[in-house]
């Protein structure tokens, strides 16, 4: 196979360049209502090229944005596996771009823009080795859902699977939306943080008003909020101080801290990855738990009150704080809000509390048949053998589909620490997306010589 795939690689590489710097620049963002017609383009675009190569596809609409489905069904009687990623992207208004975010940028091997890496890139990946294993003759049945809502917390997901789930029938599922331990050191996930959102927002008055004439007096609700983010965890350790918030934390065994430890996971690579100044202090053992398979509590952003240069001395009337707690299997989201809520409230019952669509945390095997696949398939495209470890992301549609198609679920995830998820300057690059064709078409190769529902026998 491999004097084929290598052909078939660099022969691809100026299509795949092409259509990753069409999609780029299809702004799909979908926080951001304004995007809602990007959204459509975006998914049309998927469909559009699907079909091209050969694929059945269509656009299934949700009561909110639609999910992208392709069918490569080729072979009858014979395993069929789901690809999942999603097309949605995040904001770009940071101000640290180096470039327009939605003005694709090649840089050597690099491919910068949104979306480039999470997860336009990985997806366009898979659907390469796809193509390679459907014009080999690789005798498995390949389809692809494409979701336009995960960066919003999936909230129209359910509704998809509950219509089409039927019509989705699989043997197995490969979620491409992960990220490795770094560069040469790959990772397959088999854990996922939940995510349970809140927006607190206080109001003290009508309008902003003068410091010199009210202060001392009137109430400032972004001190407010300030202490009481305070009294919620200790922000030098993480320590969460709700009482309640870890009692159903499992604890974790020690194998599973010595695999994270011998898993090629470094403090100091972490560090220069993400561009960290600075880090809650602890051992490899302690960050990499913290990281993977501990709770957190997180403040993302405060709103309220002047924010232009210099110093206005107006004090606002409202204030908004904006977080989320990362949540681990055994931990029940509203379980969570229930105790955030009355914390919130003993303390400060002026403070409205919001919660946003909850994710939940997701645990699965890393043994079997699919994970062996994944291993060999890592480990033929990139020359090592990967590490199997949880990650602290939340990717809401994984337990939705775990629930109605009951079928196994593997990650093959392609990104790095330093290509920016959800950061300014997001970037992927041809070395991981030349292997990741490699990578897919070996496991498809697996694949097909397993025996159906191999994995729950």
């Given amino acids: 196979m491999n004097s084929d795939i290598d052909r078939y690689i660099e022969s691809a590489r100026p299509e795949f360049e092409d259509k990753l710097r069409e999609w780029v620049e299809i702004p799909t963002i979908s926080a951001e209502p304004e995007h809602k017609p990007d959204i459509g383009r975006g998914a049309d675009a998927a469909v559009q090229y699907l079909r091209s190569l050969g694929a059945d596809a269509e656009k299934i609409p949700t009561p909110g944005n639609p999910v992208v489905v392709g069918k490569f069904a080729t072979v009858a009687g014979r395993p069929t596996v789901t690809i999942y990623n ?141 202490q009481l983010i305070a009294e919620c965890y200790d922000v030098r350790k993480g320590q969460v101080r709700i009482p309640g918030f870890y009692d159903d934390v499992a604890k974790l065994a020690k194998a599973e801290i010595d695999n994270f430890v011998s898993s090629g996971f470094s403090v100091k690579q972490f560090k220069r990855a993400h561009e960290l100044k600075k880090m809650r202090e602890g051992d490899t053992a302690d960050i990499a738990s913290r990281l993977w398979a501990r709770p957190t509590f997180e403040v993302h952003g405060i709103v309220g009150g002047y924010t232009g240069p210099g110093v206005k001395t107006a004090i606002p009337y409202q204030a908004e704080a904006k977080i989320s707690m990362r949540l681990v299997p055994n931990q029940n989201a509203e379980k969570i809000l229930k105790l955030v809520r009355g914390f919130i409230k003993q303390r400060n019952p002026d403070v409205q509390v919001i919660p946003e669509a909850v994710l939940r945390p997701y645990l699965g095997p890393h043994t079997g048949p699919y994970a062996d696949a994944a291993r060999d398939a890592m480990r033929t495209a990139f020359g090592k053998d990967p590490a199997f470890v949880r990650e602290g992301g939340s990717i809401g549609a994984v337990v939705t589909m775990e629930k109605y198609l009951k079928a196994p679920i593997v990650f093959l995830g392609l990104s790095l620490p330093e290509h920016g998820y959800h950061a300014p300057n997001e970037n992927f690059d041809w070395d991981q997306a030349s292997g990741g064709m490699r990578m897919f078409a070996r496991y498809f190769e697996t694949l097909a010589r397993l025996p159906l529902k191999a994995a729950r026998r």
């Fill in 86 to 226: 999603h097309l949605d992207v995040q904001p770009a208004n940071e101000p640290q771009w180096q470039r327009a975010p939605f003005v694709f940028h090649k840089d050597g091997n690099r491919y910068i823009g949104r979306g480039s890496t999470d997860d336009k890139g990985p997806a366009l990946t898979a659907l390469f080795g796809a193509r390679y294993a459907v014009e080999h003759g690789t005798p498995v049945n390949i389809q692809f859902v494409w979701e336009l809502e995960e960066e919003i917390g999936s909230p129209n997901f359910e509704h998809f699977m509950k219509s089409k789930a039927a019509d989705l029938g699989t043997d197995s599922v490969v979620v491409s939306d992960t990220i490795w331990i770094a560069r040469g050191k790959p990772a397959i996930a088999y854990g996922l943080r939940g995510l349970a959102p809140i927006r607190l927002i206080l109001e003290t008055g009508t309008k902003d008003v003068h410091s010199g004439v009210t202060g001392g007096a009137a109430r400032n609700p972004i001190t407010e909020l300030c």
